[in-house]
């Protein structure tokens, strides 16, 4: 019934490969010729986790596993794994969103090499389920974005003082104040770049912005931006703890045929001093990675909106939206000129090129 696959241990893809099917022996997985494609394939993609939906044995039964296999045990790696053990076990113990039960889980390299083990999803054709990298993008509306942001708003709702201890202890920290979050931006702006129109010589990013989107003097109207909207953001009602995602993206949703949705890749969840902040950081990382469906985005500002509207907060709701933008479009489009030559000649980078610097000059036009 298993298999141990005899590789080459002298090399990093060697012992990553053994390492999986060692644990995935130990586990009671079932390895036949296909398991064995994927991983081949998986443990030579230089990502830095294995995973697998297989069979495995429970007892007397054969049940169908996602499977997590960290590539090394250190610290960069195995901080996050645990981090998204811890917190998917605490949601699925509060019922607060819904979440995959772990089945069996170690993060102690000490012990044994790190895994986790997981429900996976019901069986059956989906129309949406997952979406890998780009695909399945194009198929998200308006019943998706508003699902999505009462997700993300429930996630949010989560009290920091009643998770374990353990568990608060790992959090990663993200902006806590309006005065970090303003230098970060700036920082973006600050940054050098390598823009492909001017075959790679560096530049200071918010002048290739200036010119690719029109706007004069940029920087002046980021800072009265920043200036204007933070009474609202910055509000004593705002400076509270919230928890963050901090990876919202659509490929880390799973969206049932009901409409519901299920966050995914709980590694980078995180806590903020300002519950505006922290809505900023969540929903303008998935609306900025949601660059090649227009009408989604739209959909999913005014979701927000509508969300904060109905909490009659509707000028906060409009506040976050455009900072959302500012903060994740700027960062995502620097990204764009640093990238090789090649890359930037790309058609699907030059698409979602343009597709962030429209949404970042829709901010000013208002």
């Keep these: 019934m298993y298999y141990m696959e005899k590789v080459k241990t002298h090399n990093k893809t060697g012992k990553y490969r053994?390492?999986?099917?060692?644990?995935?022996?130990?586990?009671?997985?079932?390895?036949?010729?296909?398991?064995?494609?994927?991983?081949?394939?998986?443990?030579?993609?230089?990502?830095?986790?294995?995973?697998?939906?297989?069979?495995?044995?429970?007892?007397?039964?054969?049940?169908?596993?996602?499977?997590?296999?960290?590539?090394?045990?250190?610290?960069?790696?195995?901080?996050?794994?645990?981090?998204?053990?811890?917190?998917?076990?605490?949601?699925?113990?509060?019922?607060?969103?819904?979440?995959?039960?772990?089945?069996?889980?170690?993060?102690?390299?000490?012990?044994?090499?790190?895994?986790?083990i997981m429900e996976t999803f019901p069986r059956g054709h989906s129309k949406i389920g997952f979406i890998e990298n780009n695909k399945g993008v194009e198929l998200l509306g308006v019943r998706e974005a508003q699902y999505t942001i009462n997700q993300i708003k429930k996630f949010h709702s989560i009290s920091i003082k009643s998770l374990p201890p353990k568990l608060r202890k790992n959090l990663k920290v993200y902006s806590g104040d309006y005065k970090n979050?303003?230098?970060?931006?700036?920082?973006?702006?600050?940054?050098?770049?390598?823009?492909?129109?001017?075959?790679?010589?560096?530049?200071?990013?918010?002048?290739?912005?200036?010119?690719?989107?029109?706007?004069?003097?940029?920087?002046?109207?980021?800072?009265?931006?920043?200036?204007?909207?933070?009474?609202?953001?910055?509000?004593?009602?705002?400076?509270?703890?919230?928890?963050v995602h901090g990876d919202m993206a659509p490929n880390n949703l799973y969206i049932f045929d009901s409409g519901d949705v299920e966050l995914l890749d709980l590694e980078w969840v995180g806590i903020s001093k300002n519950k505006a902040l922290a809505m900023i950081i969540d929903f303008g990382n998935l609306r900025a990675r949601s660059w090649s469906n227009k009408k989604f985005r739209k959909a999913l500002d005014v979701a927000l909106i509508k969300t904060y509207r109905a909490q009659k907060q509707?000028?906060?709701?409009?506040?976050?939206?455009?900072?959302?933008?500012?903060?994740s479009h700027i960062q995502l489009s620097?990204?764009?000129?640093?990238?090789?030559?090649?890359?930037?000649?790309?058609?699907?980078?030059?698409?979602?090129?343009?597709?962030?610097?429209?949404?970042?000059?829709?901010?000013?036009s208002k």
Excluded at 344 to 349: F, I
Aim: aromatic share 8%.
């Design 181 to 243: 979050f303003r230098q970060k931006i700036f920082k973006y702006l600050n940054k050098k770049v390598r823009p492909l129109d001017k075959r790679g010589k560096p530049e200071i990013f918010h002048d290739v912005l200036e010119r690719r989107i029109g706007i004069i003097n940029l920087k002046n109207k980021v800072r009265g931006l920043l200036t204007k909207l933070e009474p609202i953001i910055d509000s004593r009602k705002n400076q509270s703890n919230s928890i």
């Design 18 to 116: 053994q390492r999986v099917y060692q644990v995935l022996i130990e586990q009671n997985f079932i390895i036949g010729n296909e398991e064995k494609k994927i991983i081949k394939e998986r443990t030579s993609n230089e990502r830095r986790y294995f995973f697998m939906v297989a069979k495995r044995v429970e007892g007397k039964k054969i049940v169908e596993r996602f499977i997590k296999i960290p590539e090394n045990n250190s610290k960069k790696i195995l901080v996050p794994f645990q981090r998204q053990i811890e917190m998917a076990k605490y949601l699925s113990a509060k019922q607060i969103i819904k979440t995959r039960n772990i089945i069996a889980s170690n993060y102690n390299p000490k012990k044994e090499i790190p895994f986790v």
């Design 334 to 364: 620097g990204y764009f000129e640093n990238y090789k030559q090649e890359k930037q000649k790309d058609s699907m980078q030059t698409r979602r090129r343009n597709s962030t610097e429209r949404d970042i000059l829709q901010i000013f």
């Design 314 to 327: 509707e000028e906060l709701g409009k506040a976050i939206v455009q900072l959302s933008i500012l903060r």
